[in-house]
């Protein structure tokens, strides 16, 4: 069921197999008002930054919170497009940290790394995948980390040590304790983690501790989440299957990767393939997952590292029966129609914040 977004629209269509490869949604801190014009999520940066900020030499006061490598390249980035802005990255982390690309760690993005992970219990892969994050998520190029130092330096060499005095901040270890707007304006209040709490948009308690920052622009790049198919999907919730236990490790706590339709767990094959109860979908028939499996099948999931291969193991699981056969290879040229025809996937940064 589709819905034409000028026109309120509803399409119905029907078709034996659906796949949802539909990216990430962009996620932004709940203390950051997200409606306002003046705060844009990272993936909005590239084409809304030149209509916002359109004076090269404006003092433009910009924000960005995160601290992955999207966050560092904005943060960088603001500084050389506008030569006279004052920015400020905003961070929970104490450290800007390198992304670990080394090769036996790297191996988790090869292809043949999905079988490996697949058969594993739930928790050795999430224990897995909580020792490759750095190699992803909150990280950052070690070539761009050198090159913030070096310019947070040559400030502190220029301009003395009190970074309050510097154009350009590094703010570790930084919460937002608190959001003020009035029409486009949009205030920061920041605060050492140690005595921040959660806020909300205007209601906080004042400290000492606080920093007030005016901005212009306040850029999220905190990362994306990818829960949107399990909305769409709640109306098939009966067809799955009633065990209250995912696939997981007996005895093991809920954890982010669980997923689950009105409490019922979406269990995912080895082929993308949701797995539905025993007689309640048809043979030929049935729903996969593209770029929504990082928990079952690896950090390469959400990436670009197994697109191609990844895309021939659904089509061949759609049009051979749902089996995975050596002897049942769709032909190359079919495989690169489907890919053309809609097996995309947006390539992501992952930042936190």
């Not at 079988?115 to 219990?121: G, N, P, T, V």
Request: glycine content about 8%; overall charge negative.
């Amino acid at each position: 069921m589709t819905s034409n977004i000028k026109t309120g629209a509803i399409v119905t269509h029907k078709a034996k197999n659906v796949l949802f490869a539909i990216g990430g949604q962009p996620s932004i801190p709940k203390c950051l008002p997200s409606s306002h014009p003046r705060v844009i999520h990272s993936s909005q940066y590239a084409h809304l930054v030149p209509q916002m900020l359109n004076q090269r030499d404006a003092p433009y006061r910009v924000a960005v919170v995160g601290a992955g490598q999207s966050a560092a390249e904005i943060f960088s980035n603001i500084q050389n497009l506008y030569p006279n802005s004052k920015t400020t990255l905003i961070m929970r982390s104490e450290f800007l940290k390198p992304s670990d690309d080394s090769p036996f760690v790297n191996s988790i993005f090869n292809p043949s790394y999905v079988d490996e992970l697949y058969q594993r219990s739930s928790e050795l892969r999430h224990s897995l995948l909580g020792d490759a994050r750095a190699t992803n998520y909150g990280v950052v190029r070690l070539e761009l980390i050198e090159h913030l130092y070096e310019r947070m330096y040559d400030q502190q060499r220029e301009l003395g040590k009190d970074s309050k005095k510097w154009p350009h901040r590094i703010l570790g270890s930084t919460a937002i304790a608190g959001v003020e707007t009035e029409g486009d304006r949009v205030r920061l209040i920041v605060r050492p983690i140690s005595g921040a709490s959660d806020c909300q948009e205007g209601v906080y308690e004042k400290s000492d501790m606080d920093e007030i920052f005016d901005c212009d622009l306040v850029v999220a790049a905190t990362g994306y989440q990818r829960q949107a198919h399990l909305t769409m999907m709640e109306d098939i919730a009966d067809l799955l299957p009633q065990n209250p236990e995912i696939d997981s490790a007996a005895g093991s706590e809920p954890n982010k990767y669980d997923s689950r339709i009105r409490g019922r767990p979406v269990n995912v094959g080895r082929d993308y393939g949701i797995q539905f109860a025993p007689g309640k979908v048809s043979p030929g028939s049935g729903v996969w997952l593209q770029g929504c499996c990082e928990g079952t099948h690896g950090l390469s999931d959400t990436l670009l590292s197994i697109l191609a291969v990844r895309s021939q193991e659904i089509v061949n699981s759609v049009f051979g029966g749902h089996e995975k056969d050596a002897t049942n290879h769709i032909p190359s040229e079919i495989v690169m129609k489907a890919l053309a025809s809609g097996f995309t996937l947006e390539n992501r940064e992952i930042a936190e914040f």
